[in-house]
């Protein structure tokens, strides 16, 4: 069952303007929900995390029970914000500190 | 420090081959993680371990087996490739926290 849900497979934004990347999750345990960002030719990074409730590269991401979303939100994006973003999920409640991602959604901001 | 590495960085294989992917971390973390990364798939887990001379399956441990002989080191091995093994692999470790360090991932292709 797939638990972490990104609609976009693909986003293209010009820079500037606002840009909100969604994630959907599906859990009946306690989940803790991550965004981590994947830059051309480096490797995968943690963003932030809904815990922190931290804002990192001007981005940020706001956990909601009711929706059961957790979408990631900049209010002017950069050209240097293109990669890919995943959204993940972890159960607090478990020992196992596994993730589990979404398929990802490929960022492009144009000049 | 170097993290977590991971060799080889590339590698081609022909169908009925065999080879092991080495991730090695110097961050004395107790959780280490093979995921594979396709296109329009996201991550998917494929082994982990929680400890040394521990392992256990993921979602996609099909064709895969792994060993955690030493804390530091996880190996992931494919006894027999199959083309539908053509893959990004990335390594991962973490502790509890639900926070992943990944390897710089391993390209591997299989003809």
């Known amino acids: 069952a797939q638990r972490v849900t990104q609609p976009e497979k693909l986003l293209s934004v010009f820079k500037g303007a606002p840009v909100e990347l969604k994630c959907n999750y599906s859990y009946s345990g306690s989940p803790e929900l991550f965004w981590y960002v994947q830059y051309s030719r480096q490797r995968l990074q943690l963003l932030l995390r809904h815990i922190s409730r931290e804002s990192i590269k001007g981005f940020t991401a706001d956990l909601n029970k009711g929706e059961t979303s957790f979408h990631l939100k900049k209010p002017f994006a950069q050209e240097e914000d293109s990669a890919m973003y995943y959204c993940a999920l972890t159960d607090r409640g478990s020992t196992l500190g596994r993730l589990y991602f979404g398929r990802g959604t490929q960022l492009t901001v144009w000049p | 420090n170097a993290g977590v590495t991971q060799t080889p960085k590339f590698r081609v294989l022909k169908t009925g081959q065999s080879m092991t992917l080495l991730c090695a971390q110097d961050m004395n973390h107790e959780y280490m993680y093979w995921y594979r990364q396709d296109p329009g798939m996201g991550l998917r887990l494929i082994h982990y371990s929680v400890g040394e001379g521990t392992t256990a399956k993921g979602e996609v441990p099909d064709g895969y087996n792994v060993s955690r002989l030493k804390k530091q080191n996880f190996l992931l091995g494919l006894e027999s490739a199959a083309p539908s093994q053509t893959s990004v692999y990335f390594c991962?470790?973490?502790?509890?926290?639900?926070?992943?360090?990944f390897g710089e991932g391993s390209r591997l292709t299989v003809l």
């Open positions: 991962a470790t973490g502790q509890i926290t639900g926070e992943l360090f």
